[in-house]
């Protein structure tokens, strides 16, 4: 009577085990078809599971029924542990170190290649530059530049009277310094020269972007006018 | 007989059409114009709220950090801001 209340708990336990395999045996059919929260419970139950099933085994005192079902959900486990890393979520440590060292190898495999896989595609976005960039602008003279501001509507009247009053200003200082005749380099007016190209950016950049990467990109050819005396002289 | 809301439509589409660009939004241009003309001269202000106009090209412009500079253009037509 003992013996056979011991075979009906274990046939019960057995069944229960086949009752628990079907939601986790669709892990096996598809990678991306499985539910994380199966995963997890999965994994969760492998743990828990395991020992009693190895137990069993090498005592092999247990009947036979109850090892064919113990050896289904194992597997399953196996392959619940597998496939956590792939989703790319951040889990618990396997407490079964056997099953973290099985998993590891192919654990490194799907992240390595999700993580090149960008790596691949960004040289190939930044061999491409935009038309505008790749596309060289010619480089603004003063009356160009006097003209595009005057007729750009990123500015107000007032800021343009203003502006214009800073440029004449400055062509003021590099006229005085010509006529001085110093033989020293104008090099002082740099400064100034930089601050009101950094003063016209700052107010077109939003409104008017074109007209500033223009400007921004003939900075050194306004300079190289204004620096040189002679071109500086048929400005004028 | 025009039903009513012909009517309205009718009016709405007529004072759509004629109708000029509105106070706030020339206000709006003015408040960022006086900002403009206010950074660009090396002034403390933030950004312009309000603005009050005295003439042609003359107001007195409210900043945001509670200074007030009236901005003209002089005889010599250059652009000034006075702080009041």
Known sequence: ?236 | MIAPARTAALIFSLAALFAGPSPAAEDASLLKDLTAVIMLLGLPCGQVVSVQRHADNDHIATCKDGNRYRVFVNAEGRVVAQKQ
């Open chain 1, 1 to 236: 009577m003992r013996t056979i209340g011991i075979l009906l708990i274990a046939l019960t336990a057995a069944c229960a085990g086949v009752k628990q395999a079907p939601p986790a045996s669709t892990a096996q059919s598809g990678l991306l078809l499985v539910d994380p929260w199966l995963l997890g419970r999965n994994q969760d139950r492998t743990v828990a599971a395991e020992p009693p099933r190895s137990e069993a085994i090498r005592e092999a005192a247990a009947p036979a029924p109850s090892a064919a079902p113990t050896h289904e959900p194992a597997t399953i486990a196996i392959q619940a542990v597998k496939i956590e890393p792939a989703a790319d979520a951040p889990a618990a440590p396997p407490k079964n170190q056997h099953a973290a060292k099985a998993a590891a190898p192919t654990a490194k495999a799907p992240a390595m290649a999700s993580a090149s896989a960008p790596t691949v595609e960004q040289p190939r976005k930044s061999e491409e530059p935009p038309a505008a960039v790749r596309k060289p602008q010619p480089p603004l003279d003063i009356a160009t530049l006097k003209t595009r501001l005057r007729e750009t509507n990123a500015i107000g009247v007032f800021t343009k009277l203003a502006l214009k009053n800073q440029v004449d200003d400055l062509l003021q200082q590099f006229r005085a310094h010509y006529l001085s005749g110093q033989k020293t380099s104008v090099a002082a007016l740099r400064q100034p020269y930089d601050m009101l190209i950094l003063k016209v950016l700052a107010l077109i950049q939003d409104s008017d972007p074109s007209l500033a990467q223009t400007i921004s990109g003939s900075r050194e050819a306004i300079w190289g006018i204004l620096a040189d005396p002679v071109k500086f002289n048929s400005l004028s």
